[in-house]
Structures are given as C-alpha cells and as structure tokens.
Nanobody
Framework: QVQLVESGGGLVQTGDSLRLSCAAS??????MAWFRQAPGKEREFVAA????????NYADSVKGRFTISRDNAKNTVYLQMNSLKVEDTAVYYC?????????????????WGQGTQVTVSS
C-alpha cells in the first residue's frame, strides 16, 4: 500500500509564500498532483506533473503563482505557492496515479494523502 504524506501547510498572510511537500512511501507514480478543498466546496485540481517533470499542468486560478516540481530520488513532489490570496485557503491534498491523463478527475487517482491545511489571512 502506497502512502502519501503532505507537509508544509500553515497560516500566512496575503502575498506570502509557502512550499508544500508530498512524500511517497515508494517509487513515485507517473502522475503526481495537488488538489485542494475549501470549506463547503468540492475538491478541485491545482496542478500535476509527469514522471520526468517535463510536463506540468495547472488550474487557471494558480497559473503564474504556483509551481509544481518533483524529486524522484526522494519520491517527493512539491508545490511552491507564491503571491498567496485569501481564496487559496483550503486543505491541500497530494494524489498519485499511473496515467498522466484526466488530470482533473478526482476519481481517477489511486492514492491520496491526508491533506495539509493552508490558511491565508488578509
């Protein structure tokens, strides 16, 4: 059983930065992604990255502010979040699957982390 463990969340102010990490218990999957879920809202896609790191995909709401990256030697994927906004407040989840396709489909992912809270205050 694969375990994904997120870390790096916290309470920050508007305009600040945070870097989230997701460590996998074994060799990383081809597709690693970040999702987020705000109170009362559905879980939404944030970003995804392929095994080589050469292909990334972002939600329009975070393009230009967030950067996803991975270190396969450490089985870890990162989400660098800059210029944070109040509307970025959510629980952020790491997810993994084999195929780099249907990136925004929560049901297509095989493994999920427990989530890490990110709160952005004004």
């Amino acid at each position: 059983q694969v375990q994904l463990v997120e870390s790096g969340g916290g309470l920050v102010q508007t305009g600040d930065s945070l870097r989230l990490s997701c460590a996998a218990s074994r060799r990383s999957f081809n597709c690693m992604a970040w999702f987020r879920q705000a109170p009362g809202k559905e879980r939404e896609f944030v970003a995804a990255i392929s095994w080589s790191g050469g292909t990334t995909n972002y939600a329009d709401s975070v393009k230009g502010r967030f950067t996803i990256s991975r270190d396969n030697a450490k089985n870890t994927v990162y989400l660098q979040m800059n210029s944070l906004k109040v509307e970025d407040t959510a629980v952020y989840y790491c997810a993994a699957k084999r195929a780099f396709a249907a990136l925004g489909s929560t049901s297509s992912y095989d493994y999920w982390g427990q989530g890490t809270q990110v709160t952005v205050s004004s």
